[in-house]
């Protein structure tokens, strides 16, 4: 006859953190699996049972059966292991983190894993496994903007509260260009490869036609984009492009442009229809 486990138990708040583990996805799969037995036990169920759903042995649900009823959660966790002591800690952690910020060594134009090594005199592996905890890549090289505009968070709320929720009976366009496009004029032909198929390809050298600047205009609320081609950049360009899509547009519908523009360059604008209904983004 088969023999009943003595019965374990907890406190709700140990039950909820019991239960946090058993279905965590960012947790150690051990520890997710210990918790499971507990839960396990705790609702009387005999030892070969838990065993056969956790698909693991009785003698560990046993073990740990018995480590959470003396010390209850903290004993899931694993004990101290004897050894040698850890080389590189904390400390060490800091000190890399610390000479990440200095000037790199002369010679170098950024900091590398050999080099911070080399500085602190420790081992370049425990230098990599530093920053792959804190998720540093010393080659990746990221940008970002800061507005210094006082204003900025106003005039963002205004921009976003368009894009979401446009007055009604209102065109809202986003305006941006893209300058300094090259015109170039390249012969295409037919050819064959190596392996004997035919091909599509376009010629080495090619004809240089200048550049080319493009204005567009996205109806957000359609998607639709106007655009135009200019082969100079400037403000008379860009205010006819406006005007036209002034034109286009019935008179009584209210026109909201944005636009994001240089605070510097708010004076090329001259008043009309569609200027008084602009809204700036500096990016200054």
Not at 247 to 256: A, D, K, N
């Amino acid at each position: 006859m088969a023999r009943s486990a003595p019965a374990i138990s907890c406190g709700p708040e140990d039950r909820r953190e019991l239960a946090r583990l058993a279905g965590s996805r960012t947790e150690s799969r051990l520890l997710v699996e210990r918790a499971q037995i507990i839960l396990g036990c705790l609702a009387g169920k005999r030892v070969k049972e838990v065993a056969r759903a956790c698909h693991t042995r009785p003698n560990t649900v046993i073990k740990w059966r018995q480590r959470f009823a003396q010390q209850g959660l903290a004993g899931l966790r694993d004990a101290p292991r004897p050894g040698a002591k850890r080389v590189y800690g904390e400390d060490f952690r800091k000190r890399v983190l610390a000479l990440l910020e200095q000037p790199p060594p002369p010679g170098q134009a950024c900091w590398d894993g050999p080099a911070v090594a080399a500085t602190l005199q420790g081992s370049v592996h425990a230098v990599w496994r530093v920053l792959r905890q804190q998720g540093i890549c010393l080659q990746r090289q990221r940008s970002w903007c800061v507005s210094t505009d006082k204003e900025f968070a106003a005039k963002a709320a205004d921009i976003v509260g368009l894009y979401l929720d446009p007055p009604e009976k209102a065109i809202v366009l986003s305006v941006d260009e893209k300058p300094s496009i090259q015109a170039l004029e390249r012969k295409t032909g037919y050819v064959e490869t190596d392996n004997g198929k035919i091909v599509r390809a376009y010629k080495s050298t090619y004809k240089r036609h200048g550049t080319l600047n493009l204005f567009a205009a996205l109806r957000v609320a359609t998607g639709e984009v106007k655009t135009a081609f200019t082969q100079r950049k400037r403000r008379e360009e860009f205010l006819q492009f406006m005007d036209q899509i002034v034109e286009e547009t019935l008179s009584e519908q209210e026109l909201h442009v944005i636009l994001i523009v240089a605070s510097h360059c708010t004076s090329l604008l001259r008043p009309g229809r569609w200027d008084k209904h602009l809204l700036f983004g500096s990016a200054s």
